[in-house]
C-alpha cells in the first residue's frame, strides 16, 4: 500500500515537471529529413521577432511560425542555407538574426562597449593621476604684505 502511494506520488511529480517543448508543429515538418535537419540548423540562428531572445524554433508565436514555414519553402525551393537566410533578412531585417553581423553600420554597436570602457578609464586614470599631483604640491606661503595684514586682522 505504503509503495503504491510512493509510486503515485512519484509519477504525479513527474507529470508536473516542466518539459523541453519544441514549437514545431507536426504539419510543418518536411518529409525529407535532410532538408528538416537544414532547416533546423537555420532556425537555431533565426530570432522571434515576438518574443525577442527566443529562437524560432522555441517560439510559440504566429510570427515565428510564418518564418519557420518561410525558412523551408525557401529550402524546397532550391536556395542554400545562405540564400535562404539572406532571402529572410533582406525581408525582415538584421534584428532577425540572434547573432547579428559584425560588418557595416553594426560595427559601431560591436566597438562601441569597449570604446567607452577605454575612455571611461583613460578619463578616470588622468583624474586620479591630476588630484594626486595636486595633494603633493607643498602649500602655498603667504607673501610679507599678507602676513602683515594678518597679524592686523589677529589683532583686532
Avoid at 4 to 19: I, K
Avoid at 80 to 104: C, F, H, K, Q
Avoid at 122 to 133: D, S
Wanted: a negative charge; proline letters at 4%; charged letters at 25%.
Amino acid at each position: 500500500m505504503m509503495r503504491a502511494t510512493v509510486l503515485a506520488l512519484a509519477l504525479a511529480t513527474g507529470a508536473l515537471m516542466p518539459a523541453p517543448v519544441m514549437a514545431v508543429q507536426p504539419n510543418e515538418v518536411l518529409s525529407d529529413p535532410a532538408l528538416e535537419s537544414r532547416a533546423r540548423a537555420l532556425s537555431k540562428d533565426l530570432r522571434c521577432l515576438v518574443c525577442r531572445n527566443e529562437n524560432i524554433d522555441d517560439s510559440n508565436a504566429d510570427l515565428a511560425r510564418d518564418l519557420r514555414l518561410l525558412v523551408r519553402e525557401r529550402l524546397v525551393a532550391g536556395d542554400s542555407d545562405s540564400a535562404a537566410m539572406d532571402y529572410i533578412v533582406a525581408r525582415y531585417g538584421e534584428y532577425v538574426l540572434l547573432n547579428p553581423t559584425s560588418t557595416g553600420a553594426n560595427l559601431l554597436l560591436w566597438y562601441a562597449g569597449p570604446l567607452m570602457l577605454l575612455v571611461g578609464g583613460g578619463i578616470a586614470f588622468t583624474y586620479v593621476r591630476r588630484r594626486r599631483t595636486l595633494t603633493e604640491t607643498a602649500p602655498a606661503t603667504l607673501s610679507t604684505d599678507e602676513e602683515k595684514r594678518l597679524a592686523e586682522i589677529m589683532r583686532e
